[in-house]
């Protein structure tokens, strides 16, 4: 063994790194098989991010596909309900520019609504029902309808079937449990603000800056 | 005396101004009753309580109002006697300025107790019962969070409580509401605090923490500790020493972990004046329903401490105090450092109010602007916490969660140190409180989220699902109907098995009550006889001189006739209906077996059998219509034609049958006489048909039938059997012995006729 390591140490080194090469080249075939990961673990990560309305307002049937969209190469501000901080996280989480939000797909608010059904004029339809991705809406033919408000993302899906327009979008309310303190304004606005000349500057600067 | 136990230095803090003499120079003050108490639902941390009482009830002072709704809830009682006037939304005590469920009660001025229980002995009572007597006097910690005493007070079994802190700190300024509570009811706060450690099964040490600021508390605590394992520590004056983990921290040196509450230490904290509290609860019986509060501040006439009722409305006691609007820059409930702005005077004391601090515009300036941070670090360095405030500012200025949570947001304490050391003015704290808010916002959201997505996946499976199972129903009726119609084309190349199905179908659908069957079939005979009578009734004209025309005649006999018909039919039935259960129940116990004997016979049979099979039926019919017809003569009935006009079509079936049958015959002898199993199949049918007969025979009749066939059985046998002796047969044995059966058999049938 020594000796012939001596006497054609090119042949005793291609020897052991070819060995190596099909060591490594096993344990990584092994592994491949072992570990394989099921589905896509980025559609998962990505799914995680979006709001899971499953309003469809990006164009595709709920949160999911889209995700799935969006690993296929789609671009990421097609979310009205997340609105830029979730295209800030998806561009974080891809390590892309964020874009903003493309208002063709629809507007950001910034409150939260619910769906509300005036009982009343409900003729229970199911119509709304039958529209709802969450499951939130509660009722049976010819009974009346109402919404789950705790399970209601506000996608709107419910308002555009019913025929007697019995549906509207709320705004939730805060409550006590809900409500939080505001952000102070900034210190480069109350800066700013200090002299009473000096008011409005501040958007000439910051675009000055930003050009 | 010092203390004997090591203080630790607490790192960071700040040294405010301290203001605490103005309000110490007055004694304890009472308010009069005011014209009305507003008792908020939620005056601690957990869930809202639920009310007991209803508007327009009476209650006595002490009364439970509302009771704790679950663990973390506390009970809330009546502070006087009075009458519930509202159970309305009003405003809160809280930095939001929303409004809140709360019980509104207008004093009767009467100040009636309830019956109270007094305990002289709290140690005979177990530690379950103590901690209910606390749970039930509604005590909630007066230093200002409100945290349920009664939780505190049953730290979980694997929590060994070592040490109980009793925190006299009172570390912000203005504030000496406890300051005055050690003074004057020092002996109370020793007792409530060897109540506690009784509650708390004994723990080893038993300290009061105050800081040096309070020697008259010091003093007179430790006058009323003496002779009990009880120690009074005094600290340096600092703040925020009064915060529960810092005290912890100075006094013993041990850190809470990150997210842990001080019981997973081994250490119990409560403020003096809950110890008080709970002191009366258990050895008087008082619920919680009033509090001492610091009362503050330049733009009052007077300030000093005053016993005030939970309830009592903040501007009622600015009143009662001389406040001048016109001075005062603002209003906050607690102090300088951690109270909140009142967004309104009209809201109510309640159970953590320390302090109503009404400071001028010079006293307490309106926050400077804020300026931008220079890093100089003072923040960090007054941290009682040690984070890193500044850097808690750039990430909550990104609303970066992720960072700040690694910066432990959430173990800061919202002291204000940080706010008050910095030269930018930064209002830090509101900064973190924002963050804080939106972390647990965004938190929530996501929960919100991940449970959407739960929903909606389970609803398309459940979506999926249906789809598959309607799918499978659909396939299973193709399935159906493809088989339905494979039969329909077998049934057409051999009807032999549809037919058996059907004959057995039938005979179960009829079998299972034919009394009803029969009692239908009378009821329907009966219609008809009445339809029929009333049919005969006389024409009486409408009006009189009317003359009854031919044709309203010809109309009545049609009629007539018509019902006459129907009673025909009726009857028909019902004669065919008694003769096929008189049948069905003569040959065979089972009606079933039978129809698929009788339908297997009639699959056998040639076209000729059928024919006379019908032919048989038909004459039994017509035998029975016959006789049913001779009846009704007899009887003198009306139906006695229509009866006659059924036997006649009787008739006219049996002749026509006999003439087919007369076609056929011709071409069946042939066929008779060439095949053996023909003509067994006609004495088979041949024995059908007198069987037939004799079940619609009498028992005699058959009798004499039977007697008749057997001798004219036996006469043949004999025949054979002479025949055979002619021939030397070999089965003349036999013969013989089937003669001799025979033979017995006949004389058996005549011997009870003889």
Request: hydrophobic share 40%; charged share 25%.
């Amino acid at each position: 063994m020594l000796s012939l390591i001596s006497q054609h140490p090119v042949i005793a080194s291609l020897i052991a790194l070819g060995g190596l090469a099909l060591l490594f080249g096993a344990v990584l075939g092994y592994a491949a098989v072992k570990f394989k990961v099921e589905g896509n673990p980025l559609v998962d990560q990505i799914d995680a991010l979006l709001p899971q309305t499953q309003c469809g307002q990006c164009g595709y049937p709920g949160c999911r596909p889209y995700a799935q969209a969006i690993a296929g190469g789609d671009v990421i501000n097609k979310c009205p309900p997340g609105g830029q901080s979730t295209i800030n996280a998806l561009a974080d989480l891809l390590d892309v520019p964020a874009p903003t939000l493309d208002e063709e797909h629809g507007e950001h608010l910034d409150i939260k609504r619910v769906a509300f059904i005036r009982e009343g004029e409900c003729i229970g339809c199911t119509k709304c029902i039958q529209a709802c991705p969450m499951d939130a809406i509660l009722g049976a033919a010819k009974q009346m309808h109402t919404v789950i408000a705790d399970e209601c993302t506000g996608c709107d899906l419910c308002v555009e079937p019913c025929p007697v327009d019995c549906i509207e979008m709320i705004p939730v309310e805060t409550t006590l449990s809900t409500w939080k303190w505001e952000l102070p304004p900034s210190s480069k606005e109350v800066a700013l603000n200090l002299i009473a000349t000096d008011r409005g500057r501040g958007e000439t600067q910051t675009t000055g800056e930003a050009a | 005396m010092t203390s004997l136990i090591k203080v630790f230095e607490l790192p960071g803090g700040v040294h405010p101004p301290e203001r605490k003499a103005q309000s110490l120079q007055l004694p304890l003050g009472r308010l009069p009753l005011p014209p009305e108490l507003v008792l908020p639902l939620n005056q601690h941390i957990g869930a809202p309580a639920k009310p007991v009482v209803a508007v327009g009830d009476r209650v006595l002072k002490g009364q439970l109002i509302a009771e704790a709704d679950g663990i973390f809830s506390v009970n809330l009682h009546a502070p006087t006697s009075g009458q519930v006037s509202a159970i309305e939304d009003r405003l809160l005590a809280h930095p939001s300025g929303m409004t809140g469920e709360a019980i509104v009660i207008t004093p009767d001025g009467k100040d009636e107790w309830i019956p109270l229980e007094p305990c002289e002995d709290y140690t005979r009572l177990d530690h379950e019962t103590l901690v209910a007597r606390v749970r039930a006097a509604g005590i909630a910690g007066l230093g200002g969070a409100g945290f349920p005493t009664a939780v505190k007070l049953n730290p979980r079994s694997n929590f060994k409580i070592d040490t109980l802190i009793v925190n006299g700190t009172e570390c912000e300024p203005y504030i000496t509401a406890d300051d005055l509570l050690m003074q004057t009811r020092a002996e109370e706060v020793i007792a409530g605090t060897l109540l506690l450690a009784h509650i708390l099964k004994q723990p080893e040490r038993l300290l009061i923490g105050v800081e040096d600021n309070k020697p008259l508390a010091i003093a007179a605590l430790r006058k009323a500790a003496e002779g009990t394992r009880i120690q009074v520590v005094d600290f340096p004056t600092k703040y925020p020493s009064g915060g529960e983990k810092q005290l912890i921290y100075i006094l013993t040196g041990r850190e809470v972990p990150h997210g842990q509450i001080p019981a997973s230490i081994g250490i119990v904290c409560q403020n003096v004046g809950t110890t008080l509290a709970a002191w009366r609860a258990v050895r008087y019986g008082e619920p919680l329903i009033s509090r001492i509060t610091t009362v503050v501040g330049e733009s009052l006439q007077i300030q000093r401490n005053i016993e005030v009722l939970i309830g009592t409305p903040i501007d009622f006691v600015l009143e009662q105090h001389g406040f001048d609007a016109s001075k005062a820059s603002r209003l906050v409930m607690g102090g300088p450092m951690m109270g909140f702005a009142l967004p309104d005077s009209r809201v109510p004391v309640i159970k953590t109010t320390n302090c109503i601090l009404a400071p001028t515009k010079q006293e307490l300036p309106p926050p400077a602007p804020a300026m931008a941070c220079i890093r100089c670090g003072m923040c960090a360095e007054a941290c009682p916490v040690s984070l890193m405030p500044q850097q808690l500012l750039w990430y909550a200025q990104a609303e970066d969660h992720e960072k700040l949570q690694a910066h432990n947001l959430f173990d800061c304490i919202e002291c204000g140190a940080c706010s008050y050391v910095c030269p930018s003015n930064i209002p830090l704290v509101q900064y973190y409180r924002a963050a804080k808010g939106s972390i647990r916002q965004h938190l929530a959201e996501k929960e919100r989220s991940d449970r959407s997505r739960r929903r909606f996946e389970f609803r398309q499976e459940r979506i999926a699902k249906e789809e598959a199972e309607k799918e499978a129903k659909r396939l299973a009726r193709k399935q159906a109907a493809e088989e339905a119609k494979l039969k329909l084309a077998e049934k057409a190349a051999a009807p032999v098995a549809p037919v058996l199905a059907e004959a057995v179908a039938k005979v179960e659908a009829s079998q299972p009550n034919p009394a009803e069957q029969q009692a239908k079939l009378e009821r329907l005979l009966a219609a008809a006889r009445n339809s029929l009578e009333h049919a005969r009734q006389p024409l009486v004209p409408n009006e009189e001189g009317e003359v009854i025309s031919q044709e309203k005649l010809e109309k009545q006999q049609a009629r007539i006739k018509q019902a006459e018909l129907k009673v025909a039919e009726a009857e028909k039935k019902l004669a065919d209906f008694l003769a096929s259960q008189s049948t069905n129940s003569a040959p065979a116990d089972d009606p079933v077996a039978a129809a698929i004997a009788r339908a297997q016979a009639r699959i056998s049979m040639s076209p000729e059998d059928k024919l006379r099979a019908s032919l048989e039926s038909l004459q039994t019919r017509l035998s029975k219509a016959q006789e049913k017809a001779r009846e009704v003569q007899a009887e003198g009935s009306a139906n006695a034609e229509a009866l006659q006009q059924a036997v006649e079509k009787l008739e006219q079936k049996i002749r026509d049958t006999q003439a087919e049958l007369a076609q056929l015959v011709p071409e069946a002898p042939a066929q008779a006489t060439s095949s053996e199993a023909d003509a067994a199949a006609a004495a088979i049918e041949k024995a059908k048909a007198k069987a037939a007969a004799l079940a619609s025979m009498s028992e005699e009749d058959k009798r004499a039938e039977q007697i008749k066939s057997l001798e004219a059985r036996v006469d043949k046998a004999r025949e054979r059997l002479t025949k055979a002796e002619e021939e030397n047969d070999p089965n003349i044995e036999a013969f013989r012995t089937g003669l001799a059966k025979l033979e017995s058999k006949l004389k058996e049938l005549t011997a009870p006729v003889e």
